[in-house]
């Protein structure tokens, strides 16, 4: 047959970076492309105890259905961490997801009709995009500089732009840039947000794992009326493979993503929730993310560093006060995806994620996003290395 599809499955598209990135698995590849946690601190043993414990749990609890928003104690553990990092909840503020993409999916499907626009840091998060594009958003792309989202483009920008319905941002260390939302800006977005009624979407999987620099409120914290929706993850500071998740919205909003949830996949995993609520019980995750933080601000310093040392010294680099990517610019002309097609990839035998596609309204060409997490202090070494006596020879 030839489907006939929904109108909205024109923008459910591949996009070209998913191919290149499939080249980048080859294991002869030093891929700086995915953004993976380091596996060799995925906490194994822990978690075989945990998932061994929960399963023997009586009547076959943690293998039955639960509730759609999610296990109440695993609700109530995750209220008290947001409360104790400053965002007082309780669980009947939190619905379990799985994972936060599922949050963007939800957000979305709640707010946006086809032609609404959604404002975003530009660039912004790939999957946001991906999880957006089916709801047909408009998209209008902030600029950002050191401090985040310029916001007196953002005042701009709202001012001519009626159809605007929500705002999306990674406020700390965001992917792809590495760039985190000041404290100033934080509050002038929520005037703005507040003036113009719109809805936050604060999507804050990396906010854990900082390095250095103060410790900043959310903007969930700083929401007086209601309109920001918090996304939480357990995917980079425990394993993603756990698909867990979670949301802390008004009553309003937490409703809606409810129904969603309950018509989307009924429930998080059962023994997936129930492994998380275990391990928060057993073991001290904040202890566990203090030795995330310090190999990841070691491996961050390892790949700055040869990048000082290796590339061209006109290429920009950000360097982050957390999380798991910096971001590359280079001289006008420069294009990421060409040099990693023609060059990066089958000559010098490394992967990184070409820029454009990051950029939801217009493409530039000459950016690339570096993930540090992944690779061995080693291979990181090895691999800027060779992509910079590669880019020397280019360029
Ligand atoms: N938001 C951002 C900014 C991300 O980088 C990611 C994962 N890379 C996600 C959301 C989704 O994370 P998860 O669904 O694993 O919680």
């Keep these: 047959m030839t489907p006939r599809f ?26 700086f492309g995915g953004g993976y946690p380091d596996p060799t601190l995925f906490p194994a043993a822990a978690l075989e105890a945990v998932f061994s414990e929960v ?22 553990q995750v209220a008290a961490l947001m409360t104790a990092d400053g965002t007082p ?21 709640m707010m946006v009709d086809p032609g609404d626009v959604i404002v975003t840091e530009d660039p912004t998060f790939l999957g946001a995009r991906i999880a957006f594009d089916p709801c047909e958003p408009a998209y209008a792309a902030i600029p950002m500089d050191a401090e985040g989202m310029r916001m007196d483009v953002l005042a701009e920008v709202l001012a001519r732009t009626p159809r605007a319905k929500m705002i999306y941002t990674v406020p700390e260390f965001q992917n792809p ?39 900043l409120p959310t903007l969930k914290s700083l929401d007086t009326q209601g309109r920001v929706i918090h996304l939480g993850s357990f995917s980079k500071v425990l394993v993603p493979g756990l698909r867990v998740g979670w949301a802390v919205a008004s009553p309003a909003l937490l409703h809606k993503m409810k129904l969603l949830k309950l018509a989307a996949d009924t429930q998080t995993s059962t023994l997936n929730m129930a492994a998380a609520s275990l391990f928060l019980d057993r073991h001290d995750l904040s202890a566990h993310i203090d030795l995330l933080r310090a190999a990841y601000r070691r491996k961050k310093d390892v790949m700055l560093d040869a990048i000082r040392r290796h590339f061209p010294q006109d290429v920009a680099v950000t360097d982050p006060e957390g999380g798991l990517f910096t971001w590359a610019s280079f001289p006008e002309g420069f294009d990421a995806t060409a040099f990693m097609r023609d060059v990066a990839l089958p000559k010098a035998r490394v992967a990184y994620v070409p820029g454009g596609s990051f950029f939801p309204v217009t493409e530039r060409p000459n950016h690339a996003r570096f993930n540090y997490s992944a690779q061995s202090e080693a291979r990181i070494e090895a691999g800027i290395a060779a992509l910079g006596a590669a880019l020397k020879a280019q360029m």
């Design 6 to 31: 929904a109108a909205r499955m024109d923008r459910v598209q591949p996009n070209a970076i998913g191919e290149l990135l499939a080249l980048g698995a080859d294991p002869g590849i030093i891929s």
């Design 89 to 109: 909840c309780g669980a009947d503020d939190v619905l379990i997801l799985q994972g936060s993409q599922q949050g963007l999916d939800f957000a979305a499907k």
């Design 55 to 76: 399963i023997r749990a009586p009547g076959g609890l943690s293998m039955q259905y639960a509730p759609s928003d999610g296990l109440p104690r695993l609700k109530e």
């Design 177 to 215: 840039t590495g760039v985190t939302l000041s404290l100033a800006r934080r509050k002038r977005l929520i005037e703005m947000a507040n003036a113009h009624d719109l809805v936050v979407l604060e999507d804050t999987p990396y906010r854990q794992i900082r390095f250095e620099g103060d410790h």
